[in-house]
């Protein structure tokens, strides 16, 4: 393992799945901080909830004004203060964390992949082509990288 990493939770309208997620985060000795990235608009009763939430939970909370998809996680990563970050979403805890972190060397993207049998997301991707990496559940990789990415 490379050091301390930053989780960036992408979060979209599943505020009861925060608990959970957050919980899950804090089991890992690596992460340090944790970024909440709100993909999309939230409510007045869930933004006040969200807040209220991180002041308690100790997390950081960005948002962006549109439902940027799984591009937020990415621009999550631009909130992380560690060098390595670790992205996840909230609506799947991913329980093989110290395996992906046993796994990245700091210089490329240790990634989980979607089981296309039973997730809709590939066939989303296909009907929807985004211009960005899909990372999968649960992704290890330099923060440089979104850094860069977004620069382009």
Known sequence: MIGPVSAVLLHWHRTYHLLAQ???LRTVPEVKDIVVY???VASQD???ALVEMSATLDFRLCYSRENLCTLGRVRGCLEARCEH???VDDD???HNIPALLEAYDGTKI???LA???SSKHWQFWQRDPKPYVELGFGSVFPRQFAIDY???
């Open 22 to 24: 957050i919980e899950a």
């Open 38 to 40: 709100k993909n999309d």
């Open 46 to 48: 869930e933004l006040t």
């Open 85 to 87: 970050v670790l992205v």
């Open 92 to 94: 799947l805890t991913v």
């Open 110 to 112: 240790i990634a989980n």
């Open 115 to 117: 089981d296309d049998a």
């Open 150 to 152: 977004l620069a382009m």
